[in-house]
């Protein structure tokens, strides 16, 4: 991790939370969200949200604005997908819990003839 003014810091972590909150009135979405620019090449990553807060690891200030909307929309589209994810898991524990009922009985069965 290079060594960066506090002065840019400062700077693009401001631009960073301007850009946020253009995306979270342009969507109406994502309003819980904050923006932290803790640049570092050495993470292989542009940026991730955890906990509520966008990690942009990006140096440049260009680069930053580009992954902060990256992680945004990421954001937003998988509040979107997860009540479906978290059906489709329940579907599959509903199936597998009746699969594994139909086999013990059919054990049971198949038990009793040998």
């Not at 292989?44 to 807060?53: A, D, H, M, P, R």
């Not at 902060?68 to 479906?84: A, T, V, W």
């Amino acid at each position: 991790m290079k060594s960066i003014s506090k002065t840019k810091t400062k700077g693009i972590q401001m631009v960073l939370e301007e850009e946020l909150e253009k995306l979270k009135r342009k969507l109406k979405m994502g309003y819980e969200l904050r923006v932290v620019w803790l640049p570092d090449d050495d993470l292989g990553l542009s940026g991730e949200v955890k906990g509520g807060i966008i990690y942009i690891y990006e140096e440049s200030k260009e680069e930053a604005i580009h992954a902060l909307k990256h992680e945004f929309l990421d954001y937003i589209i998988s509040q979107i997908i997860e009540p479906y994810r978290e059906v489709t898991n329940k579907l599959i524990m509903l199936i597998n819990e009746q699969n594994y009922r139909k086999k013990e009985r059919l054990i049971e069965t198949f038990s009793k003839f040998i």
